[in-house]
């Protein structure tokens, strides 16, 4: 996934799948593996501690470097949590020099996430889970040149236990994984046991499918931005114009993404329902829309969307 002597950052929990992806990144990776660790500040001191210490020993025994940090407020829910602890990563991982942040998701958490998605009203973009090699998740200006490897996406979490488990090495426990108050939480232990009951296969089968979506939609995406550097017109005050016969005639799925494509273009990120009230307003529905920094209208045969300030 990278040249060989190039550093890279590996994000350490002290859970079992990090603490496998760490082990494996630094037997096998030639060039500097820095670990790093983040305190969420959600749990208990001393579980906190714990953990930090285990991180601590590993990486000693492994002779890698770890950086720690820590939130400076207390996380409102999983979202704002993850965002944090990326946020925090892109500063780690550039002041590291690291090309790259590799972190320990694995084939189990992809179904988990694909059936969350799903679940929250996804489109075949959600549906593709999480890629192999990706941007940065969430906005950082430190992490623009850093990419997001999960090199284990493919394995089972069966797998990285019995891969520990030949090492004698017991990972760090976060009873918050438990917790049935994190959507996470349900749907890995109440809602994948028993689709694993309809097929022993689930787990694989959910994650192939997100595979498949994500080659589906690159493939569509590719499309959508042909027809844009065919078609889309940017004018000297900023303002894209698109003809609306022409983006009318797309296939749906296309149509879509060349209008988000049109919006990153401009800089401007459209939810699902954006893209839908865009998508009606193109085919006739209304003239004018506005839309959290975007004007959108159609005027006779031109589409147009401009930023709105």
Same mark, same amino acid.
Request: proline residues 5%; contains cysteine.
């Given at each position: ?23 494996a ?5 030639a ?8 305190d ?10 714990r ?8 990486? *000693? +025994?492994?002779? %890698? ?7 400076? &407020?207390?996380? =409102?829910?999983?979202? #704002?949590a993850? @965002?944090?602890r ?25 179904a ?29 200006? *430190? +992490?623009?040149? %850093?990419?997001l ?5 493919? &394995?089972s979490? =069966?797998?990285?236990? #019995?891969?520990l @488990?030949?090492?004698?090495l ?9 917790s049935?108050?994190?959507?996470r ?12 009951e309809?097929?022993?296969?689930a ?8 595979g ?7 493939a ?6 042909r ?36 919006g ?17 307003l ?25 930023r709105?300030?």
């Open positions: 996934m990278v040249p060989a002597d190039v550093s890279v950052l590996v994000a350490c929990s002290g859970g079992p799948d990090s603490v496998a992806t760490l082990i990144v630094a037997r096998t990776h060039g500097t593996v820095t670990a790093a660790w983040f969420h500040a959600m749990r208990p001191s001393v579980e906190v501690a953990e930090g210490a285990f991180v601590r020993r590993v990486t *000693s +025994a492994l002779g %890698v470097s770890v950086v720690e940090g820590r939130s400076t &407020t207390t996380p =409102r829910g999983e979202a #704002a993850r @965002a944090a990326y946020r925090w990563l892109a500063r780690a991982a550039t002041k590291a020099g690291a090309v790259a942040c590799i972190t320990g998701h694995t084939r189990d958490d992809q988990e996430t694909v059936l969350l998605r799903l679940v929250r009203g996804a489109g075949a973009r959600g549906a593709a889970g999480m890629a192999p090699d990706a941007s940065w998740p969430v906005a950082s200006s *430190s +992490a623009s040149r %850093v990419r490897l999960r090199p284990l996406l493919d &394995t979490r =069966r797998d990285v236990e #019995a891969y @488990a030949a090492l004698e017991e990972a760090a426990h976060d009873p918050s994984n438990e049935r108050e994190y959507a939480n349900r749907v890995r232990h109440d809602v994948l046991p028993l689709l694993t309809v097929n022993s296969e787990t694989a089968h959910l994650a192939a499918f997100a498949r979506e994500r080659e589906d939609d690159t569509l995406t590719a499309w959508a931005e027809w844009l550097d065919k078609h889309a017109t940017v004018s000297s005050g900023g303002a894209l114009a698109l003809p609306s016969a022409e983006l009318v005639a797309l296939p749906p799925a296309v149509a879509r993404r060349a209008l988000v494509g049109a990153a273009r401009l800089g401007i990120a459209f939810g699902g329902a954006h893209v839908e009230a865009l998508v009606r193109a085919g006739g529905s209304g003239r004018r829309l506005t839309l959290p920094g975007a004007l959108a209208e159609r005027r006779g045969t031109v589409f147009k969307m401009r709105n300030a």
